[in-house]
């Protein structure tokens, strides 16, 4: 209790303060905007909080972490497109409710399910936290190595039906990672003796090309639509409170959110897929999934909202990161001196509480803010798309630019834009490259660094978590390979559910 | 039929996506040949201290699935259109060159002048008419400057023209804030 108080006491002070209600409200508006993703909007703030006191910096990132599928939600719901990619599965029964007469009650049963689902997993976290401080420093390098390489079988297994696209994806990253000079022998690798290549790619570069700058070409490239957005009436706070009528789901959620979150490489998209699918099992209604069941919106925000504060978990206790965003936020920790790692749970409890007590303090900031401005956010959305694209670009070369004042990183950054663009278009999963690069950095020092001890292959998986691990990548490696034999075996024609062509191309 | 994730988050095959396959396969198998020219093996050590060891490793993984997915790109149906999805390609490619130019004339007309000028002639470009876009862009632009450099002084070294200001004082001020 003196730890969890010593952390509040952190978040004492009006700089922080500040930069925790600037950072949540700023979360909901850049979440609401499709297009500009949270993982774009700590990018290009990224170095402008260099000059701030860490924690303040700190606060202001985590804010637009935790807030931005709050603000997501609403143009997934009215107008039909997710505001983050992690918004995409509210349309399915949002918008429909919304396009039936019932959008006030739609956004209340999203926000509701959202915040109770985000406040229980927080509480969850905050009670585990002091068995995770045990558990952590059980973690060594050769565990510390396998729990990357789970992220990155996990990663790339959780694209089925593209399992090949986002395994070479994956590789990239990794092999993308080891460009430069390395760091042991100091050797150059794939420098090409060019001095450009010497400093290799940094992260932020490649997410901004990746995520923020391909947005911008594609948002220019393709034709205006400005969508068009009807006021809301009624009380909003009201509508939220129906969500208590669906305890169940809210809660079976927000379970589903916090396991998976705690999965590096998993996150919430199968969160989501395990918490629509129990809803729809469980329900007296499952037809209505779809087609504007309140059950399916919020087993669908539940799931999503509860991710963020368990992504915290591997990201603060082993340094892991499970998906973009918190690859995101670990090099807004490290540019901020914090450096997540076993050691953290054991030296640093206070910062980890206040942390959790900065999520929390964040969501009752959102969800008053949303109570009172969500009709000012629908103007916010309207803003014409190809002028959206332009904003991003003159905003991205802030956040390339600035991290190491290099012409050849912005050179880099437009190259990733590229790739980015043609990745988007032709549906294939960003994700992987970024979570290779950063998995890859640390499994390559960590095998290193665990082999050192180790005498013949067994060694490796002697200890208890060690060989937990080891198990649980060859189980889901084979068990994955039997999945596919299994299904070819019965004998389903290719269109039949694993169809990876769109209806309207099969016409 | 019970539903599967791939249901819920469908992925579909696109045009041009045997285009794809084909150019990330030849760039996996450029690098592969690259290998024992942009890395080294260092004598007594280890294999996986080796720092030669990781690019192996990965780009063989890209060669293997790579190869794969071109393999499925070969042996699905053709789509129709995949001349107009390279042209997409190509067009996006436009604002990559828009972005570079600004990259690149930045250091020497300033922070302020470029963002400004770029925002107004690519919001003409974009298609947007009349004098309320033009200052819309502006100050969008201008915005951007004394928000990022004036007022979280971002690290953007000042232009080259502001040192042909005269007078000290705006000369100092014009290269600390805009």
Known sequence: MDVFLSGLEMLARFDIALALLIGSIGGVIIGAIPGVGPPVAIAILLPATFALPPLVGLTLLLGIYGSSMFGGALPAILINTPGTAVN???????????????????????????????????????????????????????????????????????????????????????????????????????????????????????????????????????????????????????????????????????????????????????????????????????????????????????????????????????????????????????VHNVVPGPGLFQNQLDLVYALYAALLILNVIVVIFLIFASNWLLQIIRVPTRFLGLAILILSFVGVYTLRNSVSDCVIAAGFGLFGVILKRQNLPVVPIILGMVLGGIMETKLRSAMGRVRSPLDFVDRPIAGFLAAVIVLLIVGHIWGVIRERRRGLPEDAHDHDMHHTQQR | MTQTLQDLFKRYRRPGDLLFAMLFFAFSLFLLASLPFQTTWVARTGLVAQPAFWPTVSIAVMVLFGGLHLLGGLLSARIPGRLAEVMYWVKSAEYALWFLAYVLILPVVGYLPTTVALSVILTLRLGYRGPRWIVIAAVFGAAVVLVFKGLLGVRIPGGTLYRLIENDALRSFALSYL
């Open chain 1, 88 to 334: 995409a599965l509210t349309t399915y029964d949002g918008h429909p409710m919304a396009r039936d007469g019932n959008p006030l009650r739609a956004l209340g049963l999203a926000y509701g399910a959202s915040f109770v689902s985000a406040v229980l997993s927080i509480l969850a976290l905050i009670l585990l936290s002091p068995l995770l401080a045990r558990i952590a420093p059980m973690f060594g390098s050769r565990e510390i190595f396998l729990a990357a390489l789970l992220g990155i079988v996990l990663v790339v297994l959780a694209h089925r039906g593209q399992t090949f696209p986002a395994g070479m994806l994956a590789a990239l990253g990794i092999f993308l990672a080891t460009v430069g000079l390395e760091p042991v022998k100091y050797t150059q690798r794939f420098t090409f003796g060019t001095d450009t290549l010497a400093s290799g790619f940094d992260l932020i570069v490649v997410v901004m090309g990746l995520f923020a700058l391909s947005q911008a070409f594609t948002l220019m490239a393709d034709p205006e639509a400005a969508p068009d957005t009807k006021p809301i009436k009624g009380s909003l706070f009201r509508a939220m409170l129906e969500v208590f009528r669906f305890k169940r789901i809210a809660a079976a959620g927000s379970g589903f959110g916090v396991l998976m979150g705690m999965i590096p490489g998993v996150g919430e998209f199968t969160a989501q897929f395990l918490s629509y699918t129990y809803a729809q099992k469980s329900s007296k209604t499952p037809e209505q999934f779809g087609k504007g069941s309140p059950e399916g919106l919020v087993a669908s925000e539940s799931a999503n909202n509860a991710v963020p504060a368990a992504a915290m978990i591997p990201l603060l206790a082993l340094g892991i990161p499970g998906e973009a965003l918190t690859a995101m936020m670990l090099s807004v920790f490290y």
